[in-house]
Structures are given as C-alpha cells and as structure tokens.
C-alpha cells in the first residue's frame, strides 16, 4: 500500500491534480483534508472572529482523519469519510466502500494540511509532493473560486489568501524539518503520474 501526501497553498492546483491521480491510477482512494474541517458552534464563532481560522491545523479533525486513514490501513472494506459542505459549513459522514484496495493501492491524501497528517502516519511507503505554482496564479484562481462559490467579494478574498499563503510557508519550513518532500513547479499530470509510478515501481 502507498501514501501519496499532496499539498500546496490555496489554488495551486493540487486538488485538481489529486483527483486526476486517483483516476489515472487503478485501485486508489482520495483523502481531502479539507473534508474535515470542524463544524462545532467554536470553529464556526472563531472563523468569524479570525478570518484565516480555516488555514489553522486546530481547524480540522486530525484525530479523525488519522482514524478513517487507519482503517484503510487495516483493510476495512467498508469505511466512514467526512464530507464537508462549504456553504452550509456543516460536515456529514458518508460510507466508502473499498473491497478494490490492496497493498500496491494508492492511498491520496491531499490539501494544505497532508503534510502534518504525513508526520503522524507510521508507515514504510510514503511519497510526499509539494505542489507549486506562482502566487499570482494562485491568487487568480482563489480569487475566482471564492467569489463565484463562496460568495465573498475581493478585499475578502484577498486579505484570505495573504495570510493564508503566509501561514502555509511557514508551517512548510517546520515539516521540512522532519519528512521528505518532492516538489514540482506547475506540474502537468502527466508528471504527476510519472513521479508516482517511479516510486511505487521503487
């Protein structure tokens, strides 16, 4: 079994290309951490006060996601995942079921925070893979995101995704520190893919 850890600042594309691996590659499952965003009456009190709450680790179920990336290590057939509905900001558990999964599975986790899930796994196969894109284009696809789906306007959207870049950088020279990352500059899937396949072959 392979653990595959994308992550990337906000917009840098590697939701896109998380999901383009997963169907690329057979026998796969996708972990957003995204998807585990809290949703108790704090969180939500605490995103109003603090406008960059969400790009905080204390914002998402780490527990949680460790337990339901567990089980896929146990080889449960049948597991319960979070998904998370940005409008509502409310998060519901939903059924998987992954008989498919074997140990030359690829498991994806991917979002800003795979990197501190990757330093809590104990296991011998792990790639990790920074996504990289220049800011301006990040900023531009964040801008678009949020103001069509997410209804804020640009000062909101902006003054987000600076200090949500900001954070990321920083928590990035921490996990540095302690696990290996790969990191390519705007990659095409195919390069993904490549980089993937090379390691599980390894």
């Known amino acids: 079994m392979i653990f595959c850890f994308i992550s990337g600042t906000s917009g840098s594309g590697k939701t896109y290309l998380a999901k383009k691996l997963g169907k690329?590659?057979?026998?796969?499952?996708?972990?957003h951490t995204d998807d585990y965003y809290k949703d108790d009456m704090f969180t939500k009190f605490a995103s109003l006060v603090n406008n960059s709450y969400y790009d905080n680790i204390n914002s998402i179920h780490i527990s949680?996601?460790?337990?339901?990336?567990?089980?896929?290590k146990e080889g449960v057939s049948n597991i319960n995942t979070?998904?998370?509905?940005?409008?509502?900001?409310?998060?519901?558990?939903?059924?998987?079921?992954?008989?498919?999964?074997?140990?030359?599975?690829?498991i994806i986790v991917e979002g800003i925070f795979a990197?501190?899930?990757?330093?809590?796994?104990?296991?011998?196969n792990i790639i990790n893979i920074l996504i990289?894109?220049?800011k301006e284009i990040c900023y531009k696809r964040r801008l678009e995101r949020d103001m069509k789906f997410r209804k804020r306007d640009k000062i909101?959207?902006?003054?987000?995704?600076?200090?949500?870049?900001y954070l990321f950088q920083r928590n990035l020279l921490e996990i540095e520190k302690n696990i290996e990352i790969y990191k390519l500059i705007h990659p095409s899937i195919s390069e993904l893919e490549?980089?993937?396949?090379?390691?599980?072959?390894t």
């Open 24 to 31: 690329k590659i057979k026998s796969s499952i996708i972990f």
């Open 132 to 134: 990289s894109e220049r």
């Open 64 to 72: 949680k996601l460790y337990n339901d990336i567990s089980k896929v």
């Open 82 to 106: 979070n998904k998370y509905n940005f409008k509502t900001k409310i998060s519901e558990r939903i059924t998987v079921n992954i008989n498919k999964i074997s140990d030359r599975s690829l």
């Open 156 to 165: 909101e959207v902006t003054r987000r995704f600076e200090k949500g870049w």
């Open 194 to 201: 490549k980089l993937v396949l090379k390691f599980i072959k």
């Open 115 to 124: 990197f501190n899930m990757a330093r809590l796994l104990k296991h011998n």
